[in-house]
């Protein structure tokens, strides 16, 4: 008669680590849109959008969230931001905040969204707002890459579009 050997299997380091970093971020995907969720509460306008000059609260807010963040030494608080903001602009877009529309969902179950229905829903300034950083962000990029489509005439359109975005009170840091 042979006895029986029952064996547990052991994860290895490397499934230790990863079954924590997943956890991790489980957490961290729940708590950023609790924040996100939490901050919409606190706003009036569609404050996540590029480009948007924040509410003093919400600015003092970030600031918060970005001292903190460094305090762990977190490594780009930046990115961290830019995801709560994405969840705002989808807890906006499901709870109607700020004119924001849901999509209208194909037969196929896809997100369908027209230009026109997307433009209608938006401020002028808002408008304004995102095309020119769009722009300025494109010639930011070539600027600093050195590119040769970044002529003189670019360089002086580009100073008009840095003057026009002052002029809607969006701070580039320049």
């Not at 680590?17 to 606190?42: F, H, P, Q």
């Not at 807010?61 to 989808?90: F, T």
Request: aromatic residues 8%; proline residues 2%.
């Amino acid at each position: 008669m042979s006895a029986l050997v029952v064996t547990t299997p052991t994860l290895s380091a490397i499934e230790v680590l990863r079954n924590a970093a997943v956890e991790s971020e489980k957490t961290a995907y729940g708590a950023r849109r609790a924040y996100a969720v939490g901050i919409n509460d606190m706003a009036d306008i569609a404050w996540y959008a590029d480009g948007q000059k924040l509410p003093a609260a919400i600015q003092t807010e970030k600031d918060a969230y970005y001292k903190a963040l460094r305090a762990i030494k977190y490594s780009n608080p930046s990115n961290a931001w830019g995801k709560v903001k994405d969840y705002a602009k989808e807890d906006a877009v499901a709870r109607g905040l700020f004119g924001e529309i849901a999509p209208e969902v194909s037969a196929t179950g896809e997100a369908v969204e027209t230009v026109a229905e997307t433009r209608d829903t938006k401020t002028l300034t808002l408008r304004y707002v995102e095309d020119l950083m769009v722009l300025h962000k494109a010639s930011v990029k070539k600027a600093g890459l050195g590119d040769a489509e970044y002529t003189d005439k670019i360089r002086t359109a580009h100073a008009f579009l840095i003057q026009a975005l002052k002029s809607m009170g969006v701070d580039i840091g320049i």
